[in-house]
């Protein structure tokens, strides 16, 4: 795969457009790319989630968390600046195959750095048993996108207040809340964000693209499906998306 840069890398960008670029990278080109980012807080949750019963609402207003619903399945999570976002997008047909290899990559990658680092279940990684990374994919077809957190040094006390998962959910894999199972790579030791960043393109990537400005401006064209309001609400695709709307949400 090929390490993505983007024109202006210092341009605050919001949170969305990282999703409509793996979506634009995926329906317009066959090679593979990878790319890490950043965003201000937010919480995002899976297509087939209900927002109400996993975000705590009242709490992102009051504290300008955005709420973003993704196009893959998967859980809800929660970013910030100390968190870093990881994203593939990837051919390949055996999609258990391409998901698994994304993740065993990435575990031994952060064992590289000294972490004792798993795959758990079907889309985790922890370390000494606490989930530091959570994984979730889509296919457009005969493209595949995997994107996964990775916590650095987040706010885990307002992930804790952010997200609400029912209890049955959190019951079902034996803890009493989400700050009980997750922990930051920080917790276990040096964490510098640049270090990982570094170990990560080195393992993913054998070499380096950047999009034009002409790429930016039709990503940007797309980022308005994830602001509508009837996919955020009710995860239903805006008529005007562009593409196939039967995607196969892996996980």
Known sequence: MKHLLFP???????LPFYLAAEEYLARNFHDGFFF?????PAVIFGRNQHMETEVNLPFCRQEGIGVFRRKSGGGCVYADRGNLMVSAVTGGNDRMFVFSSFISLLALSLRKLGFDAWPSGRNDITVSGRKVSGSAFYSTGSRNIIHATLL???DLDRM?????????KLRAKGIA??????????????ADQDTVRAELVGSFCDGE??????DVRRI??????????????????PHNHHGNTEENLFV
Do not use: H
């Not at 809340?177 to 040096?190: E, T, Y």
């Not at 693209?209 to 002409?214: G, H, V």
């Not at 499906?225 to 239903?236: N, P, T």
């Open 8 to 14: 202006c890398p210092d341009v605050p960008r919001p």
């Open 220 to 237: 940007e064209n797309i980022v308005a499906s994830y602001l509508d309001a009837d996919f955020i609400e009710r995860g239903k695709i």
């Open 160 to 168: 804790q207040m952010a997200i609400t998962p029912p209890e049955s």
């Open 36 to 40: 890490i980012w950043q965003t201000d």
């Open 209 to 214: 693209t950047e999009l034009s400005p002409e």
């Open 152 to 154: 650095c040094d987040s």
């Open 177 to 190: 809340s989400v700050r009980q199972r997750v922990a930051n790579l920080s917790d276990f030791g040096r």
